[in-house]
């Protein structure tokens, strides 16, 4: 899948469309998902143009990858969910119900997430 650069997120980083910022270095932003699904529900994502985890693993450097796992523990610290436990979840493509095309990693936490996925029987 090639990149949109027109993407929620590009747009986003590039200041056209505002988000509620909690965290940010040269590599690295963080802010609060705009529909949470649990009291803290953050999204860390890379400020290069990578669609996915597939395209991150891949392409980015060393620099922009330990960046970004950085920044997760340090976001997720912040948020206060350290102790309790969270869930780190990035969803990647289609069967992944991938909705917006520019990796981005999911953080939730403040409540009992349940199991990881729904059952299907
Ligand atoms: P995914 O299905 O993993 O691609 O999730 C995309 C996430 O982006 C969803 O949880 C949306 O609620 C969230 N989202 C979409 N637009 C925005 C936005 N402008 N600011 C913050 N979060 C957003």
């Known amino acids: 899948m090639a990149y949109d650069p027109n993407n929620i ?5 590039r200041g056209e469309i505002p ?12 802010f609060h998902d705009i529909h949470p699904q649990a009291p803290v529900h953050i999204l860390v ?15 980015a ?13 340090k976001v997720a610290a912040a948020a206060g969910v350290a102790e309790d436990g969270w869930r780190l979840l990035s ?13 981005h ?3 939730f936490g403040g409540r009992q997430l ?3 996925l729904p059952r299907r029987d």
């Open 61 to 73: 450097s060393d620099t922009e990858i330990a960046a970004l796992v950085r920044a997760i523990g």
């Open 91 to 103: 969803n990647v493509g289609t069967n992944g119900h991938q909705e917006v095309p520019h990796l």
């Open 114 to 116: 349940g199991g990881m």
């Open 105 to 107: 990693f999911h953080i």
């Open 45 to 59: 994502i890379p400020k290069g143009a990578y669609v996915s985890v597939n395209d991150f693993a891949a392409n």
């Open 19 to 30: 988000c509620n910022t909690v965290y940010e270095d040269a590599h690295t932003l963080a």
């Open 9 to 13: 997120f590009a747009r986003i980083l």
